[in-house]
């Protein structure tokens, strides 16, 4: 079996777009996430682009509002935190450059189209600060916890000057038809595939993760690292556990558990493990943590509460045999 890296560049972010905007700010409407010291899309970021861009064009088409209305478009580039200033500054405009290219080039024939770019380089949030600290403080887990916080920093914000207009209230009959599309769902299976943990007082951990779309039968592979307190063992070691059906109170897509998120675990042998998935909240789609228990084997035993971590997406397999 070959190892798996967890190298700084490995991270990258999941690239989204939703048309709502955050709960928070509906103005920001999708990011995109880069690998280390880069500024080039992949493939889905490009896949991303080309979904918000085919909805934008319908809004300047008027499509939406029988309005044909401007739109702006702001991308706002950033950078983790190591380099020089002058280079992270670079690097963010950079990468928001590469974004507005792209988006430009699928929405070049709307005359009502604008799009402008920034750099904030390293600056984040002050949560984002406080946990890339907490990583600093880390230092001998390195690459393996300090690596998700810095995925976050790199990436481009997309604001818009568009707001999706309230549905309309309608009081009568109401009728449903159909399912949403076979890519999203409300039913998932989950299921530990291995793990271990290091570490006395304060510890790191990774697990990986299989989570299966019973609708569509596809799974996807999370890999995720983490950081926090820990009491037992200096080394453990987590076996495949049972599989978990589980039911969202909302529909969401296999990419959408990417993101930050923490583990709580402990036992003796066989343990019970809670999982938070803050990716779900992140995008909007739900308002609060995902909570996921599941139970398995762990070879050594004790407790840990992480205080942060990360769900990185490493592949998507197609349905199940």
């Not at 529909?251 to 675990?265: P, R, T």
């Not at 084997?297 to 840990?304: C, L, M, P, S, W």
Request: avoid cysteine; aromatic fraction near 10%.
């Amino acid at each position: 079996m070959a190892k798996t890296s967890l190298s700084q560049a490995q991270f990258q972010g999941l690239s989204w777009f939703k048309k709502t905007g955050m709960p928070d700010d509906p103005t920001l409407v999708g990011q995109v996430y880069f690998p280390t010291n880069s500024a080039t899309l992949d493939t889905r970021d490009r896949k991303a682009l080309r979904r918000m861009a085919a909805y934008y064009a319908e809004v300047l088409r008027g499509s939406y509002t029988n309005v044909v209305r401007p739109l702006q478009l702001l991308f706002t580039g950033f950078a983790d935190h190591r380099g020089t200033e002058s280079h992270n500054q670079k690097l963010g405009e950079q990468r928001a450059q590469a974004v507005q290219r792209e988006v430009d080039r699928l929405l070049a024939t709307y005359a009502n189209y604008s799009s402008t770019v920034q750099s904030q380089g390293e600056t984040h949030d002050q949560a984002q600060r406080t946990k890339a600290g907490a990583h600093k403080a880390l230092r001998h887990f390195q690459p393996i916890l300090v690596a998700p916080s810095l995925a976050v920093g790199r990436r481009v914000d997309i604001r818009t000057s568009y707001q999706v207009p309230p549905p309309k209230l309608e009081i009568g009959d109401i009728h449903i038809f159909g399912e949403p599309p076979v890519d999203t769902s409300n039913r998932f299976i989950f299921r530990i595939t291995g793990g271990f943990g290091i570490g006395e007082y304060v510890g790191g951990q990774s697990l990986q993760l299989d989570i299966t779309n019973e609708r569509s039968g596809q799974t996807a592979t999370y890999m995720y690292v983490g950081a926090g307190g820990t009491v037992g063992f200096p080394i453990s070691i987590t076996t495949a556990g049972e599989e978990e059906h589980v039911t969202l109170p909302h529909w969401v897509l296999l990419e959408d558990f990417q993101g930050a998120g923490n583990v709580i675990g402990g036992g003796l042998g066989y343990t019970g493990t809670m999982l938070y998935f803050d990716g779900p909240m992140d995008r909007g789609e739900m308002y609060r943590s995902l909570e996921v228990v599941l139970t398995g084997t762990d070879i050594g035993g004790g407790f840990q509460a992480d205080r942060f971590g990360y769900w990185n997406l490493m592949h998507i397999k197609k349905k199940r045999k």
